[in-house]
């Protein structure tokens, strides 16, 4: 281990000479970079990210400015931490930035090479696998369709049935709850059954686990990221780490895909879900179809993408609610002015709960899913507010960022949904005040269904129970500490008492 760990750092030490050297004498093509800190000799500004990197670079950009350079070890870095710069870099020099800079972690099993989330947009692959998406399976024609809204309708009602069991002493675990939903929900779209139970069969944690695992590895600082030239070793065994849990998942996925073709080749009826779509897809280019890595590949975007960020989202909702329960009473009086005596909540309830989405709208500002979005890079020098941006340049957007900006926001710190009953701000990548989902080429395909299964499942929540706090989290309130990652998530997991209204 120490001979490893020494080995390692002459590397390291050799490897980061040799690139000083290189940049002092290309310095002369670059003097034209964003200001930034200073950088050490070596590790440049990797002192400078913290364990909060995204508090860490929006203090940053307070004293260097809304555009900005680091050298985070080896590799040059351009951090977006305002509106207009995010807007610069996602709308204006948009195809000059849609290239994705790849964590090292994400190159095991070779799944950069057949990802949706890691392929150049000029590969034939990535646009036929965001074609299919886009139209089989996040089309709002789909998406409205009377199997998709009755698919929808079913699991939250499922997951208003688990809560009212829990009625009483027995805690509700929010995040657990909201991500065994939307597991079922995206499972049954593709798989047309569900792959774990709410009443805990242990899937449910068990999968969750895994796609934890997945975010952890691909968010982890690495210094395979920092110094490319040591990748190959993979010192910190995240490549390794990754490998284990996509192993895990293809298992999963495979048992899905083989079942199937069992089916088709015994002449049962299709299902139509989205892995029939996926089965029967032909290239109009070649006639052929998806390979098995490509599947798997799509298959763990889709879920890894799709439950987390969404159940995450519901749990910070409800932990917003639950500190501030004069804004949880706004709510939940005007579901009583909209649904009146009906029993039971309508999807199309949601267009006329304005102050829901605005508290939506706040939890999406204050705890974007992802806080850097996916990291891009530059496919071309490119000159942008007078400054120059490299080619082979990684660029962060940091929106956590721009949801704290005081120039934008009044209060930022403080949760208010109602400055979003006050101006129109939309979260759909037009508006770069606000940017959940990204913008752009890369903007995120599954933020039509991601949107419908938030306001839903919150509003649920809301209409069909009163929340409060345990005894023994009541005293201190509620833990609002974050845990960074791919996925910004709640560092305690969100626990609450739920009476059946």
């Known amino acids: 281990m120490e001979f490893s760990l020494l080995y390692t750092t002459y590397v390291i030490l050799i490897v980061s000479s040799l690139y ?79 290239a994705r800079s790849v964590p090292d972690a994400a190159r095991a099993c070779a799944h950069d090479s057949f990802s949706m989330g890691w392929l150049p947009p000029s590969s034939l692959r990535w646009r036929a696998l965001r074609k299919v998406c886009s139209a089989e399976l996040f089309s709002p024609a789909r998406l409205d369709g009377a199997h998709q809204r009755a698919l929808r309708r079913d699991k939250v009602r499922q997951l208003v049935s ?37 009443d805990g069969s242990g899937s449910s944690e068990q999968f969750r686990d895994v796609i934890t695992e997945f975010t952890s590895a691909v968010g982890v600082p690495n210094l395979s990221d920092f110094f490319p030239a040591v990748a190959p070793l993979d010192p910190q065994r995240l490549r390794k780490r990754l490998a284990r849990v996509f192993r895990r998942l293809h298992a999963v996925f495979d048992a899905q895909i083989d079942r199937r073709v069992r089916e088709r080749d015994a002449g049962e009826p299709p299902k139509n879900d989205f892995l029939d779509v996926l089965l029967a897809y032909r290239s109009p280019d070649d006639g052929r179809g998806f390979d098995r890595q490509t599947l798997r590949s799509l298959l763990t975007d889709l879920f890894s993408a799709g439950t987390d960020t969404s159940a995450g989202t519901v749990e910070w909702a409800m932990a917003e609610l639950l500190k501030n329960p004069s804004s949880m009473a706004k709510a939940r009086q005007e579901l009583s002015q909209v649904i009146g005596s009906r029993s039971e909540l309508e999807e199309s309830d949601i267009a006329q709960l304005k102050y829901l989405q605005a508290i939506v709208k706040e939890v999406f500002r204050l705890h974007p899913p992802a806080p850097f979005l996916l990291p891009r890079q530059a496919a071309a020098t490119t000159e942008l507010r007078g400054y120059t941006v490299p080619k082979g340049t990684r660029v962060l957007v940091n929106v956590w960022a721009i949801g704290r900006d005081r120039e934008l926001w009044s209060e930022p710190e403080e949760f208010m949904p109602e400055r979003f009953m006050e101006k ?48 023994e989290v009541e005293a201190n309130g509620v833990d609002m500490g974050e845990k960074f990652g791919m996925i910004l998530g709640l560092a305690t997991p969100l626990q609450a008492l739920a009476q059946p209204i």
Do not use: K, Y
């Open 424 to 471: 129109e701000v939309d979260f759909r990548g037009r508006d770069f005040e606000l940017l959940p989902f990204g913008s752009g080429r890369r903007i995120c395909p599954g933020m039509p269904l991601a949107t419908r299964m938030v306001h839903l499942m919150v509003a649920s929540l809301l209409w069909r129970f009163e929340w409060r706090l345990p005894r």
């Open 20 to 98: 000083l050297l290189r940049r002092h004498f290309a310095a002369a093509a670059c003097r034209n970079l964003p200001p930034g800190p200073r950088p050490w000799p070596l590790i440049g500004n990797l002192l400078d990210l913290g364990a909060q990197p995204h508090r860490s670079l929006a203090r940053l950009a307070g004293r260097h400015g809304p555009l900005m350079t680091l050298r985070l070890g080896a590799v040059t870095t351009v951090v977006a931490s305002s509106a207009e710069a995010a807007r610069d870099f996602l709308q204006r020099h948009d195809a000059a930035f849609s």
């Open 162 to 198: 688990h809560v009212t069991r829990q009625e009483g002493a027995r805690v509700v675990d929010v995040g657990r709850v909201a991500f065994t939903t939307v597991l079922n929900l995206l499972s049954c779209a593709v798989f047309s059954a569900d792959l774990a139970d709410l």
